[in-house]
């Protein structure tokens, strides 16, 4: 009988037999104890993450005691009802994507390599050769936060301040288990006076803080300009770091990659993909039913869950072949750890950077990594990302 159960501690250690199994048995299957679809084909989830007109992000724009609850809950939190690009679609999500977009383009991102490149290589120097490292805490969590910093345009002497302010507005404001108004109101008010200080001794046009503020009032509401702040300083930093502490598990049981990628450095900027799909940060993409529809066969009512598993679509045998080996020379560009459609990652080409420069940097200083211990993974269903990596990198 199918089954799925994302919280096991043999789930979490390694999902991949677990949803191989269930693609072979029951591609589009309905989850009792998680409420919800979940489909493991790569077509289907391409088209949960494409189809915007039968599939939402946002839960409230269905119906049912879930959406009820969600709109009641957003209606007494600060900033609760203001759009965000998680919430948002159609002309509204590119009306306030367009602002913040130019900063995240590619070309505006290799204005950044230079500033990526000195947070690499002042991460790189906290690593002891030959001695054990917890990776996470050592190098993958803090270098996307730094590099974040610079990309938002925060001061360095306020920065870790004003990140705690922005991340404190978007999780109180959308995890229901921390919301407090109270707390989200406080926050507010705070980065409100900080945000406006600093726009007022002008800021780089190619920063987010800097974008906002050249948009004005006439294309952004205040608090849409506070509520994107907030989104985007919070939610980009997070997956990067589980990609970074992936990659690495991936090249300690894999030296073969790391020996093919130190004698040709130039593979890795297509390798980076690969990683991606071998074990992406992004692990599931929840969407929601718009209308009443059919996958697979079964019947989707409107306001059903639906959980797109990036991770199974990503080691589907129908779109990638040998989808268990690490193959550092596969074209793996069409993964999807980014999401696809209207909701594909903002900070994509940012990311892809921090990556490139730090395993690159990595690559390059070590020959060997040893993973001393199986990582710990941490009880979220949407991401997966290694709580800890205790490694030892030997030159």
């Not at 598993?309 to 989808?323: K, Q, Y």
Request: aromatic content about 6%; some cysteine; overall charge negative.
């Amino acid at each position: 009988m199918a089954f799925f159960d994302p919280t096991r501690p043999g789930y979490l250690a390694n999902p991949y037999p677990a949803l191989e199994a269930l693609r072979r048995q029951e591609p589009v299957h309905w989850s009792a104890n998680l409420h919800a679809w979940v489909l493991t084909r790569y077509d289907d989830c391409a088209q949960a993450l494409h189809d915007s007109a039968r599939f939402t992000s946002d839960p409230a724009k269905t119906t049912g005691p879930r959406a009820d609850a969600i709109l009641a809950y957003r209606h007494n939190m600060p900033l609760g009802e203001t759009g965000t690009l998680g919430t948002t679609s159609g002309d509204e999500h590119r009306r306030i994507r367009q602002v913040v977009n130019p900063v995240f383009s590619p070309a505006a991102v290799r204005d950044f390599i230079p500033v990526i490149g000195e947070e690499v290589r002042a991460a790189v120097a906290g690593i002891s050769p030959g001695e054990p490292c917890e990776f996470m805490e050592t190098f993958a969590n803090d270098l996307p936060r730094r590099v974040m910093h610079h990309v938002m345009g925060l001061p360095p002497g306020r920065a870790d301040e004003l990140q705690q302010l922005l991340a404190t507005i978007e999780v109180t404001r959308s995890n229901p288990r921390s919301g407090s108004p109270a707390l989200s109101a406080a926050a507010i008010a705070q980065a409100t006076i900080a945000l406006e200080t600093l726009a007022a001794g002008g800021l780089p046009g190619n920063t987010v803080l800097g974008a906002l503020a050249l948009a004005g009032d006439a294309a952004l509401s205040n608090d849409e300009s506070l509520s994107i702040a907030a989104h985007v300083a919070t939610v980009g930093t997070d997956p990067t770091s589980g990609a970074l502490g992936n990659a690495v598990v991936a090249l300690a049981a894999n030296p073969g990659a790391l020996e093919s990628l130190r004698a040709n450095p130039a593979l890795l900027r297509a390798a980076l993909h690969e990683f991606l799909r071998y074990d992406s940060p992004t692990h599931i993409a929840p969407r929601f039913a718009s209308l009443d529809t059919e996958m697979g066969g079964r019947r989707i009512r409107r306001g059903d869950a639906v959980l797109a598993v990036v991770g199974a679509a990503n080691r589907d045998p129908a779109a990638f072949e040998n989808p268990d080996d690490l193959d550092v020379t596969r074209d793996a560009r069409k993964q999807f750890a980014f999401g696809q459609g209207e909701h594909v990652c903002l900070g994509m080409h940012l990311a892809l950077a921090v990556m490139e420069a730090a395993l690159g940097a990595i690559i390059a200083e070590f020959r060997r990594i040893e993973l001393l211990r199986p990582p710990a993974y941490g009880g979220s269903i949407e991401l997966r990302i290694p709580d800890q990596v205790f490694v030892r990198f030997e030159r």
